[in-house]
């Protein structure tokens, strides 16, 4: 059973205010589907990253997504939502297991990689994890007319929303050479059931920051979902929203639905039943596939004049 609070985003979301999604999904399903790859690539820090792809179907247009999964979790828990989101709505999709997970337990020379003895700083590591994802995203589908890498989507679950906020804050920090982007490719975020800490890898200065705050820039659109019965996942997640929403630009007194949508930049939603990456894998119940493709029309491809696609090819 959904909360008050989803039933009214899912009015928002869930029911193609703009574009009916029955329509949509019909125009996808008339062009070729890219069959699933199994991708073997590595890390800078000599990590073995399996990853699934999913290529998508509208060329240079692609809005590419990176699917994370928990600590503790695999990539074959986002694998169906995945196929979902390439077959409905055409997105390239790329799902690793990350270092310590699935068939990402070893590095190049078959040291094995425990996470269950992490520190802080290893914790840190998963970013690199994020980065190997993106630059195959870059590379192998940007640079060759498959998608356009800077209309880029991160969506997370539970301690590894902490490495999708620092790099994406990372992301942020490049900048141009010689007139050409090194950076601000993330256009969209998706926190499933975030915490806020981990043996002192922490959000919450992250979240203190410009580009999530709010203050002093414009914040970088945001979904905030959670759920479920344990009180600790609640309450991280509450609590993050509620830092969020005292420092975003307010949109409640904006009376005009269009008008509100197009300035609202923080999203939450809370699910009765459902936590982590439970929300994606019951989109029967939760919807969430429609949720996120909303998102991403109303708030990555509606501004998509502002972020043309580019060849990032490094000339010799």
Same mark, same amino acid.
């Given at each position: 059973?959904?909360?008050?609070?989803?039933?009214?985003?899912?009015?928002?979301?869930?029911?193609?205010?703009?574009?009916?999604?029955?329509?949509?999904?019909?125009?996808?399903?008339?062009?070729?589907?890219?069959?699933?790859?199994?991708?073997?690539?590595?890390?800078?820090?000599?990590?073995?990253?399996?990853?699934?792809?999913?290529?998508?179907?509208?060329?240079?247009?692609?809005?590419?997504?990176?699917?994370?999964?928990?600590?503790?979790?695999?990539?074959?828990?986002?694998?169906?939502?995945?196929?979902?989101?390439?077959?409905?709505?055409?997105?390239?999709?790329?799902?690793?297991?990350?270092?310590?997970?699935?068939?990402?337990?070893?590095?190049?020379?078959?040291?094995?990689?425990?996470?269950?003895?992490?520190?802080?700083?290893?914790?840190?590591?998963?970013?690199?994890?994020?980065?190997?994802?993106?630059?195959?995203?870059?590379?192998?589908?940007?640079?060759?007319?498959?998608?356009?890498?800077?209309?880029?989507?991160?969506?997370?679950?539970?301690?590894?929303?902490?490495?999708?906020?620092?790099?994406?804050?990372? !992301?942020?920090?490049?900048?141009?050479? &010689?007139? $050409? *982007? @090194?950076?601000? /490719?993330?256009?969209?975020?998706?926190?499933? =059931?975030?915490?806020?800490?981990?043996?002192?890898?922490?959000?919450?200065?992250?979240?203190?920051?410009?580009?999530?705050?709010?203050?002093?820039?414009?914040?970088?659109?945001?979904?905030?979902?959670?759920?479920?019965?344990?009180?600790?996942?609640?309450?991280?997640?509450?609590?993050?929203?509620?830092?969020?929403?005292?420092?975003?630009?307010?949109?409640? !007194?904006?009376?005009?639905?269009?008008? &509100?949508? $197009? *300035? @609202?930049?923080? /999203?939450?939603?809370?699910?009765?039943?459902? =936590?982590?990456?439970?929300?994606?894998?019951?989109?029967?119940?939760?919807?969430?596939?429609?949720?996120?493709?909303?998102?991403?029309?109303?708030?990555?491809?509606?501004?998509?004049?502002?972020?043309?696609?580019?060849?990032?090819?490094?000339?010799?």
């Amino acid at each position: 059973m959904l909360s008050t609070n989803l039933k009214i985003h899912a009015l928002v979301f869930g029911l193609g205010i703009l574009i009916p999604f029955s329509t949509f999904a019909q125009d996808k399903k008339k062009k070729e589907i890219p069959a699933p790859e199994r991708l073997e690539l590595k890390t800078t820090d000599n990590v073995n990253l399996i990853c699934t792809y999913f290529g998508g179907t509208n060329e240079k247009e692609t809005v590419p997504i990176i699917l994370l999964h928990d600590i503790g979790g695999s990539r074959n828990e986002l694998i169906p939502f995945a196929e979902v989101l390439q077959k409905s709505f055409g997105y390239a999709v790329i799902v690793p297991d990350l270092r310590g997970h699935g068939e990402s337990k070893t590095t190049v020379t078959n040291q094995p990689i425990d996470v269950s003895k992490f520190r802080k700083e290893e914790y840190a590591t998963f970013n690199e994890d994020i980065s190997c994802c993106f630059r195959y995203l870059r590379d192998e589908a940007n640079n060759k007319g498959k998608a356009n890498i800077d209309s880029l989507v991160i969506v997370s679950a539970g301690s590894i929303c902490i490495n999708a906020v620092a790099w994406t804050l990372q !992301d942020y920090s490049y900048p141009p050479i &010689r007139g $050409k *982007k @090194q950076g601000q /490719f993330v256009k969209g975020l998706v926190m499933l =059931s975030p915490r806020k800490s981990i043996k002192g890898f922490s959000i919450v200065s992250l979240l203190k920051l410009p580009l999530f705050s709010g203050k002093g820039a414009v914040p970088i659109p945001l979904i905030v979902a959670m759920g479920g019965s344990d009180r600790k996942i609640i309450a991280d997640g509450k609590s993050i929203h509620k830092s969020l929403s005292r420092t975003r630009p307010k949109v409640d !007194d904006i009376a005009d639905q269009a008008e &509100r949508l $197009k *300035k @609202q930049t923080l /999203f939450f939603m809370e699910f009765s039943n459902f =936590s982590g990456t439970e929300i994606v894998r019951s989109i029967n119940k939760t919807n969430f596939h429609n949720i996120l493709a909303d998102f991403v029309r109303l708030k990555v491809e509606a501004n998509s004049d502002d972020h043309p696609w580019v060849d990032y090819t490094k000339k010799e």
